[in-house]
């Protein structure tokens, strides 16, 4: 199975800071099949960036993906205080289907 | 309102038996794919089982294969997790969660999740 890594592990950082998370898989990731989520606590996840790079619905223009084959990258261009919470990513291109361990985006 | 509640959560002994279940509203539940992700806080989100929109398929993570089942009713827009013999590691909060595109297994809506502890 593809093992995703997520670094950092903790980003502290200022409202309107940029923030830009990494995802690292351990094999290619087929068709860009990649996924980003938002989780805040005691919430679902909820789904943000799909395929890699296109917004889901609602998702604010400020969020972007990037990335194809092993190395994906969320950025948020002005950081808003309802950002902060934990990002995962998610590779749905080969079964089965395997989750980052997170990144913590805190409140510097 | 488009949303998943799930339901059954609860302590049990390790080799016992639970079932889930998680009612979806706001959204034609027929026409989609469904799954269940659990989430420890040792493992992550972890991907259980996924079944097909008119439940004639379905898939399992290795380390459920042969005790879990997972099934729906899509006359009462119910997804069921069937858990048998259960393990301490299986304990996590169990969340439903919509496919988002046919054969494409990433979700687009969850529920807020049922939390199973086993333990004795």
Same mark, same amino acid.
């Given at each position: $199975?593809?093992?995703? !890594?997520?670094?950092?592990?903790?980003?502290?950082?200022?409202?309107?800071?940029?923030?830009?998370?990494? +995802?690292?898989?351990?094999?290619?990731?087929?068709?860009?099949?990649?996924? /980003?989520?938002?989780?805040?606590?005691?919430?679902?996840?909820?789904?943000?960036?799909?395929?890699?790079?296109?917004?889901?619905?609602?998702?604010?223009? %400020?969020?972007? #993906?990037?990335?194809? &084959? !092993?190395?994906?990258?969320?950025?948020?261009? %002005?950081?808003?205080?309802?950002?902060?919470?934990?990002?995962? +990513?998610?590779?749905? &291109?080969?079964?089965?289907?395997?989750?980052?361990?997170?990144? *913590?985006?805190?409140?510097? | 309102?488009?949303?998943?509640? $799930?339901? #059954?959560?609860?302590?049990?002994?390790?080799?016992?038996?639970?079932?889930?279940?998680?009612?979806?509203?706001?959204?034609?539940?027929?026409?989609?794919?469904?799954? /269940?992700?659990?989430?420890?806080?040792?493992?992550?989100?972890? /991907?259980? @089982?996924?079944?097909?929109?008119?439940? #004639?398929? !379905?898939?399992?993570?290795?380390?459920?294969?042969?005790?879990?089942?997972?099934?729906?009713?899509? @006359?009462?827009?119910? =997804?069921?997790?069937?858990?048998?013999? =259960?393990?301490? $590691?299986?304990?996590?909060?169990?969340?439903?969660? *919509?496919?988002?595109?046919?054969?494409?297994?990433?979700?687009?809506?969850?529920?807020?999740?049922?939390?199973?502890?086993? @333990?004795?």
């Amino acid at each position: $199975e593809i093992v995703l !890594t997520q670094s950092p592990g903790t980003l502290s950082l200022s409202p309107g800071e940029r923030a830009t998370l990494s +995802c690292r898989a351990s094999q290619s990731v087929s068709s860009s099949y990649l996924v /980003w989520y938002q989780q805040k606590p005691g919430q679902a996840p909820r789904l943000l960036i799909y395929a890699a790079s296109s917004r889901a619905t609602g998702i604010p223009d %400020r969020f972007s #993906g990037s990335g194809s &084959g !092993t190395d994906f990258t969320l950025t948020i261009s %002005r950081l808003d205080p309802e950002d902060f919470a934990v990002y995962y +990513c998610q590779q749905y &291109g080969s079964s089965p289907p395997t989750f980052g361990q997170g990144t *913590k985006v805190e409140i510097k | 309102e488009v949303r998943l509640l $799930e339901s #059954g959560g609860d302590l049990v002994q390790p080799g016992g038996s639970l079932r889930l279940s998680c009612a979806a509203s706001g959204f034609s539940f027929s026409n989609h794919g469904m799954s /269940w992700v659990r989430q420890s806080p040792g493992k992550g989100l972890e /991907w259980v @089982s996924s079944i097909s929109s008119n439940g #004639g398929l !379905t898939y399992y993570a290795d380390c459920v294969k042969g005790r879990f089942t997972t099934s729906r009713d899509n @006359s009462k827009n119910t =997804l069921y997790l069937q858990m048998n013999s =259960l393990r301490a $590691e299986d304990t996590a909060v169990y969340y439903c969660a *919509k496919i988002a595109v046919i054969a494409q297994w990433y979700f687009d809506l969850w529920g807020r999740g049922t939390l199973v502890t086993v @333990s004795s």
